[in-house]
Every structure is written in C-alpha cells, then in structure tokens.
C-alpha cells in the first residue's frame, strides 16, 4: 500500500467560526492553529496547505489567566535608535484586541511561506458580527 500525500487541489476548504468570548487565549489558539493547519484532517501533509478558514467573533472579549492582562507585554521596534516600544496587553485590549489572537496563533504556525499562507485564512473581528455569512460557516466545536 502506498502512502498518498495531499495536495491543495485533494480537497476543499471549510469555513469555521469561533465566538472567543470567555475562552482562555492559550486554549482557543491551539484549536485555531490546528484548523489553519489541517491537523483536524485525515489528509494532513505538513507541506501542503490543507486547512480551512476560521472566522473568530467576540475578539475582546478573550480571558488570560494571572496577571497576564497587566504584566504581559508586546515589543515594537521601528528600526531606528531608541525606537524600541512595548505596550501591555491591557492597552492592547483597548486599542487592537485583533493583535492579541492573531499574535498567539502566529506563534504556533510554521515560521516559513506555508506559514505565511495560513495565517490569511484567520479572520478576526470584534463584535458578535462578521461579513462572511454568504460562506455558511460552521460552529468550531
């Protein structure tokens, strides 16, 4: 028996929707990773993009444990001397609570172009409203 190995045109692309309202950040990433990846597939290849679409609502509405919301920090560096600035999760929350999922499921995706590709198909959005109705998408359970 051979072992076949997938390619993008094997299969098609399903639409999922997370509502991350009340789900820890740490927890909710891995299952949005997995599904950007295809991991949830009997045909996953680690080299061929075989995931699907995710669609996550309620973007700041996001629990962490701890004293993450106050310590935790996010580093920006312009290039230029001195140019070097952190913001805490917090002031994060208020101001681009999309940074915070998509900055933790980033991490968990490979660091090369297949990488890139996927995180694409994330969709964040705050509030309980997003615009891809017309893609019939499924809970993720």
């Known amino acids: 028996m051979k072992t076949t190995l997938a390619t993008t045109s094997d299969h098609t692309k399903s639409w999922y929707v997370v509502d991350a309202a009340e789900e820890t950040l740490g927890r909710i990433s891995v299952k949005i990773a997995n599904v950007l990846r295809g991991r949830h ?66 991490g968990m995706l490979p660091r090369n172009i297949l990488g890139r590709k996927m995180i694409k198909k994330l969709k964040i959005h705050t509030g309980p409203t997003h615009p891809y109705e017309a893609q019939q998408p499924k809970p993720l359970v």
């Not at 070097?84 to 681009?96: D, F, N, Q």
Request: aromatic letters at 10%; proline letters at 3%; glycine letters at 8%.
């Open 41 to 106: 597939k009997a045909i996953y290849t680690p080299h061929a993009d075989t995931g699907d679409f995710v669609v996550v609502i309620n973007a700041e509405k996001i629990k962490v444990s701890g004293k993450k919301n106050s310590d935790k920090s996010y580093m920006f560096y312009s290039g230029w001397m001195g140019g070097e600035s952190h913001v805490t999760m917090a002031e994060m929350r208020a101001k681009k609570p999309e940074f915070i999922i998509e900055h933790a499921v980033k």
